[in-house]
Structure formats: structure tokens, C-alpha cells
């Protein structure tokens, strides 16, 4: 299944999965493993302690289609292949007047970006995929990538990777600073928070993924001490509780009623979304009573495990659906289908929820 094209320098770059039906019979081997130092010494703007795959995938979605990334870059937990220490891998077939001349592929990651592969002009090959990427560096796509998370193996979990519109993000660290971060997708660099509400719901996004996992580990936990576990319980229990509400009623109060009507594949996917919220309901207020006995009373985690830990992985089983299709689908649609009055509309009904005494 072929997927975006660009063109550059006489050479049409196809992103292919698998290099369906293209043949190559002859050429020289493209190995560049220090790609990323490449594009910083040639022009890439600042990244903020970022790494370069992020905003190389970033680009790679502007150059094939943008609001599409993630399709068009076979980038999806169907797809996404999982090779040594790359958190994307995509396949390029490229050709000259039609012809195949080369197959190679992009491995991007928290180690850096390289591409590798076999080409008959390796060096034409490699100089014009810089300069698609470099010829507006600037510009990006917003995309939310589902890729694995190399550190843990085949069984790794989905998380989200690349550009949202306001920061790069992560699942794991900058390769230039070497700091462990939370596997939960967090910002990468000094960026203020997000202003828009598409960049806000994603930070509440973020945060919900933070808190699901925290309830993940706390029910796998054998040796917290009964502070850490206290002060876990407390934070899930009060997230759960305060924060999530008021971000549910940003997307049932505020989006929903200014999209539904306007495309009726959205409206589908819009019905959904409310749908699940009430879904929700049951296992969240469950997992807020554990939590709340756990933070009063932590010496009984033992007692509770088995049902902490069937309701915090249905939790976080549900919303990791959930949040995918509106990270795909809803979020994408309020920047494509409403203009600035009615997102800024939006961010100040966002704030009102969260300045209320």
C-alpha cells in the first residue's frame, strides 16, 4: 500500500510499506548514521534540546500531506515496525522519471535519525532527501504518531511521538541531554504552555496519560514505601476527580457543540466520544474509591491489588483508545473547521472551568 510522495531535486520520494513491488537490482549502499548532525550543521532551526526525529517526522507530514501524517507515513499500531532502537521506521522507494532508483529507509529516534538502504547514487539520494527536509524547516505538520516504546521490549506500548502544533514530544528523552523521563508523553524543551485549545487538550491529554499509568504501577508495585504509595494513591484520586471532569466538559461543552452538524463522518466520531465518556464513568469512580482508601489507609494495597489492577488497566486500556481517535480525528477537525472566534470561544470557556473557586 503506497502512501505520501514529494518531490526533490529531479527525485520523487513514495512512502511505501515494505517497498511493495519495486525492484532493484544493482547499486551501493546508503548508511548514514549521523544524519542529524547533518541537518543542525545545515540550517535546522532550534530545537529546544529536541530531537531531530521529532521534527524530521514533523516535516516528513507537512512534505506528503500534513493533516494525514499518520496515515499517509504507515505510521499506526497496525504498521509501525519495531527495529533496534528506532521509535519510526518508514520506507521510502525513490524514483527518477518513473524509474526506481533507490530503497531506502528512515529510523528515527531518541539515538538520532539515520537513513540507510541501497541506492545507484547513494550521494544524489541523500543530498536531495536534505534538502525536501530542509527547504522549509520551519515548517511542520501537526501530527500525533503512535509508535513503540523501544526501551520495553516486543510487548512495548503504544505512545504518542512527534509534533502537536506547539512542542515537540517524546515518549522517552532528549539524546542530548541523557535525562529519564516519565514513558508518559510529556513536552520536550523550555516551551510555554499552549494557549490554543487544541494545545491545551493535548496537555490534559497528557496528563491523563500520566495518571492512568501511575495507577497502572501503583497496583503492580511490591516495594513502595507507605508514603510513596500514599502519595500516589492521593494524586491519581484527586486527578480523577478534579481535573478529568472539567476536561471532559471542555470537549462535551465546548467542542462537541460547535462541530457536531458540519460532517457527518465526524458526527459519528463525535457520538462516540460522548458515548465513552459515559463509559467512563463506572470504572473511573471505582478506581477513585481504591485510590482513596489506598491514600488513607496504604498498608492495604496487598488487599486490594487484584481489583486495583483490573480496573486501572481498563482505565488505561479505555482512554488509550479514546484518546487516539480524538488526537486523530476531533482535534484535527477544530483547527481544520472553525475559525479564530470560535477556538478562542473555546480557550476562554477552558479557563473559566479552571479559575472557578
Same mark, same amino acid.
Given at each position: 500500500?503506497?502512501?505520501?510522495?514529494?518531490?526533490?531535486?529531479?527525485?520523487?520520494?513514495?512512502?511505501?510499506?515494505?517497498?511493495?513491488?519495486? *525492484?532493484?537490482?544493482? =547499486?551501493?549502499?546508503?548508511?548514514?548514521?549521523?544524519?542529524?548532525?547533518?541537518?543542525?550543521?545545515?540550517?535546522?532551526?532550534?530545537?529546544?534540546?529536541?530531537?531531530?526525529?521529532?521534527?524530521?517526522?514533523?516535516?516528513?507530514?507537512?512534505?506528503?500531506?500534513?493533516?494525514?501524517?499518520?496515515?499517509?507515513?504507515?505510521?499506526?499500531?497496525?504498521?509501525?515496525?519495531?527495529?533496534?532502537?528506532?521509535?519510526?521506521?518508514?520506507?521510502?522507494?525513490?524514483?527518477?522519471?518513473?524509474?526506481?532508483?533507490?530503497?531506502?529507509?528512515?529510523?528515527?529516534?531518541?539515538?538520532?535519525?539515520?537513513?540507510?538502504?541501497?541506492?545507484?547514487?547513494?550521494?544524489?539520494?541523500?543530498?536531495?532527501? *536534505?534538502?525536501?527536509?530542509?527547504?522549509?524547516? =520551519?515548517?511542520?505538520?501537526?501530527?500525533?504518531?503512535?509508535?513503540?516504546?523501544?526501551?520495553?521490549?516486543?510487548?512495548?506500548?503504544?505512545?504518542?511521538?512527534?509534533?502537536?502544533?506547539?512542542?515537540?514530544?517524546?515518549?522517552?528523552?532528549?539524546?542530548?541531554?541523557?535525562?529519564?523521563?516519565?514513558?508518559?508523553?510529556?513536552?520536550?524543551?523550555?516551551?510555554?504552555?499552549?494557549?490554543?485549545?487544541?494545545?491545551?487538550?493535548?496537555?490534559?491529554?497528557?496528563?491523563?496519560?500520566?495518571?492512568?499509568?501511575?495507577?497502572?504501577?501503583?497496583?503492580?508495585?511490591?516495594?513502595?514505601?507507605?508514603?510513596?504509595?500514599?502519595?500516589?494513591?492521593?494524586?491519581?484520586?484527586?486527578?480523577?476527580?478534579?481535573?478529568?471532569?472539567?476536561?471532559?466538559?471542555?470537549?462535551?461543552?465546548?467542542?462537541?457543540?460547535?462541530?457536531? =452538524?458540519?460532517?457527518?463522518?465526524?458526527?459519528?466520531?463525535?457520538?462516540?466520544?460522548?458515548? *465513552?465518556?459515559?463509559?467512563?464513568?463506572?470504572?473511573?469512580?471505582?478506581?477513585?474509591?481504591?485510590?482513596?482508601?489506598?491514600?488513607?489507609?496504604?498498608?492495604?494495597?496487598? *488487599?486490594?491489588?487484584?481489583?486495583?489492577?483490573?480496573?486501572?488497566?481498563?482505565?488505561?486500556?479505555?482512554?488509550?483508545?479514546?484518546?487516539?481517535?480524538?488526537?486523530?480525528?476531533?482535534?484535527?477537525?477544530?483547527?481544520?473547521?472553525?475559525?479564530?472566534?470560535?477556538?478562542?470561544?473555546?480557550?476562554?470557556?477552558?479557563?473559566?472551568?479552571?479559575?472557578?473557586?
Amino acid at each position: 500500500m503506497s502512501y505520501g510522495v514529494f518531490e526533490t531535486r529531479g527525485l520523487e520520494f513514495q512512502v511505501d510499506d515494505g517497498f511493495t513491488a519495486v *525492484e532493484l537490482e544493482d =547499486g551501493v549502499d546508503v548508511e548514514v548514521e549521523d544524519l542529524d548532525a547533518r541537518l543542525l550543521a545545515r540550517g535546522l532551526p532550534d530545537l529546544n534540546g529536541a530531537p531531530v526525529a521529532s521534527w524530521a517526522f514533523a516535516r516528513l507530514g507537512a512534505l506528503v500531506g500534513g493533516e494525514d501524517a499518520t496515515r499517509r507515513l504507515a505510521l499506526d499500531p497496525d504498521t509501525v515496525e519495531h527495529v533496534d532502537d528506532a521509535l519510526f521506521v518508514i520506507d521510502f522507494v525513490v524514483r527518477a522519471s518513473g524509474a526506481p532508483v533507490a530503497k531506502v529507509q528512515l529510523q528515527g529516534g531518541t539515538i538520532g535519525v539515520a537513513l540507510l538502504g541501497v541506492a545507484r547514487d547513494a550521494t544524489a539520494v541523500l543530498e536531495a532527501f *536534505e534538502a525536501a527536509l530542509l527547504a522549509a524547516p =520551519g515548517e511542520v505538520a501537526v501530527c500525533r504518531v503512535l509508535t513503540l516504546d523501544p526501551t520495553q521490549g516486543a510487548d512495548a506500548p503504544i505512545h504518542a511521538y512527534g509534533f502537536d502544533g506547539a512542542r515537540y514530544l517524546s515518549p522517552l528523552s532528549s539524546p542530548r541531554d541523557g535525562a529519564n523521563v516519565d514513558p508518559a508523553m510529556i513536552g520536550i524543551g523550555k516551551k510555554a504552555a499552549a494557549t490554543d485549545p487544541v494545545g491545551r487538550l493535548l496537555e490534559c491529554h497528557d496528563k491523563l496519560r500520566k495518571f492512568s499509568a501511575t495507577a497502572v504501577r501503583l497496583a503492580d508495585s511490591h516495594d513502595g514505601t507507605p508514603d510513596e504509595i500514599r502519595d500516589a494513591a492521593a494524586g491519581v484520586a484527586r486527578y480523577f476527580t478534579q481535573a478529568l471532569p472539567r476536561h471532559t466538559a471542555d470537549e462535551d461543552e465546548s467542542l462537541l457543540p460547535r462541530l457536531r =452538524g458540519l460532517d457527518d463522518a465526524l458526527d459519528r466520531e463525535l457520538t462516540e466520544m460522548e458515548r *465513552e465518556h459515559r463509559a467512563h464513568e463506572g470504572p473511573i469512580a471505582e478506581l477513585i474509591g481504591m485510590c482513596h482508601a489506598l491514600s488513607e489507609a496504604p498498608e492495604r494495597l496487598d *488487599e486490594v491489588r487484584p481489583e486495583l489492577k483490573r480496573v486501572a488497566a481498563q482505565v488505561d486500556e479505555d482512554f488509550g483508545v479514546h484518546l487516539a481517535r480524538e488526537e486523530n480525528i476531533i482535534f484535527p477537525a477544530v483547527q481544520r473547521l472553525l475559525d479564530d472566534e470560535a477556538q478562542n470561544a473555546i480557550a476562554n470557556e477552558m479557563s473559566g472551568r479552571r479559575n472557578k473557586s
